[in-house]
């Protein structure tokens, strides 16, 4: 009677707690503002909490208004979609329904506040044309972390000034870490994956970007300038830049007087002969493809390492594998990774949280299947065939075999 009533109660508390718009993908932005926040006063204990396009344009425009939101707090409560992103790869084309300016950008408006992502990503962020500065913060002297940009394209014609993921520039102070970029960007400027311009007193740690970068001036995979700090990130994708520029590209961080330490990339160096870029109307241009294909590690000064010894743990000489790095992340991304990006063990349903809704997205796998892919092996830190536990340990669910998606509680936890 006792395994009845639990399996009963996890069933219903499965259902209870899972809403129908859980199933769904999160709403796409509609262009609009909104008149308020989804609640929260603005303090570290109760940021003010972001969960749409609606108001993210309203933080922008609260800034462009001229409020720096200095020691104000916020937070991503949810994935964020300012676009339709099945049809990104058009868009150097045809453009989507929504640009979202660089906040700030407008009036050269720096952000002094301080944003937590919480893990959710802000998809389709789109930007074209020759406003001065781009990136989804103009100029960050605040903090920004936990944050994910993807699906992200960005098409700068301005020559003199930055672009970058996160940020076009960073002030002294500004802080950008455990953040990923992921997009496409052309700039006539200084660009830079996760920053275009990163000033002195400036940090980016634990981050990462998988991106494509062409600019007409200086380009890097992290920063296009960096006299501040790099540590602990990489750079995934390729860097181009024209040759006869005033500087060239790098994976990494193009020129500045800063800091790179615990870093590396993963390129290819190629030369091209010619090419339009889309911010361009004067006609074709050389191209130098600047990024390298032996996936040099920057430690101690820089080392080359080949592909196999980019597998191995031991090849990168000062980087803590014990609570930065990890080699046993995505099995389809075979070089290092960083551990605070990787998913909490157990938690199939990767929302990160660990609870019984996770056992609802072990029941939804084909049944039939023989085999886990890598991104939930990964997610569940099980072998294949085993169990799966919830966050207090009190029921299981079969992941393969005959029993499959069966709910027990296992034997130790029959008396509570």
């Not at 930007?127 to 098409?155: D, H, I």
């Not at 870029?277 to 101690?300: C, I, K, T, V, W």
């Not at 830190?381 to 029921?395: F, Q, R, S």
Request: aromatic share 10%; glycine share 12%; hydrophobic share 40%.
């Amino acid at each position: 009677m006792k395994k009845f009533l639990c399996i009963t109660l996890v069933l219903l508390l499965i259902g209870s707690v899972l809403p129908v718009s859980a199933l769904s993908p999160d709403p796409v932005w509609n262009g609009r503002m909104a008149t308020s926040f989804d609640g929260g006063s603005g303090t570290a204990d109760d940021p003010y909490r972001i969960a749409n396009g609606a108001q993210l344009a309203y933080l922008s425009a609260l800034v462009s208004g001229g409020d720096r939101c200095v020691g104000l707090f916020f937070e991503l409560t949810a994935d964020v979609y300012l676009n339709d992103v099945s049809h990104v790869s058009s868009w150097a084309t045809t453009a989507p329904a929504n640009v979202f300016p660089a906040i700030g950008g407008e009036k050269n408006i720096p952000f002094g506040g301080h944003v937590n992502g919480n893990g959710h990503a802000i998809y389709g962020l789109y930007q074209s044309g020759s406003a001065l500065g781009k990136g989804l913060f103009f100029n960050l002297a605040g903090t920004v972390r936990e944050l994910a940009l993807k699906k992200m394209y960005v098409a700068s014609s301005a020559s003199d000034f930055a672009t970058g993921g996160i940020a076009a520039f960073t002030s002294a102070g500004a802080v950008i870490e455990e953040c990923m970029v992921e997009g496409t960007f052309y700039a006539g400027g200084t660009l830079g994956g996760l920053a275009g311009i990163v000033s002195g007193g400036a940090v980016i740690r634990n981050c990462y970007a998988n991106v494509s970068l062409m600019s007409g001036r200086t380009a890097g995979g992290l920063a296009g300038e960096n006299n501040g700090s790099l540590s602990k990130s990489y750079m995934n994708g390729l860097v181009y830049t024209i040759d006869g520029s005033v500087r060239a590209g790098a994976p990494l961080a193009a020129v500045g007087s800063g800091s790179i330490s615990e870093c590396y990339y993963i390129d290819s160096w190629e030369k091209k002969e010619v090419w339009t870029p889309p911010f361009m109307s004067d006609g074709p241009q050389l191209r130098e493809e600047a990024s390298y294909n032996s996936a040099a590690s920057l430690s101690a000064g820089g080392l080359a390492l080949t592909a196999e010894q980019m597998k191995t743990a031991e090849s990168f000489v000062g980087f803590d594998f014990e609570a930065v790095w990890t080699m046993e992340g995505e099995t389809s991304y075979r070089y290092p990774q960083l551990i605070c990006h990787q998913p909490l063990k157990g938690d199939a349903n990767l929302d990160d949280e660990l609870n019984v809704l996770d056992l609802l997205q072990i029941k939804v796998y084909e049944k039939e299947q023989t085999a886990l892919t890598g991104r939930v092996s990964s997610a569940l830190n099980y072998g294949v065939g085993k169990g799966l536990a919830d966050a207090l340990n009190a029921v299981m669910a079969v992941i393969l075999g005959e029993n499959y998606g069966e709910v027990w509680t296992p034997p130790f936890m029959s008396e509570r």
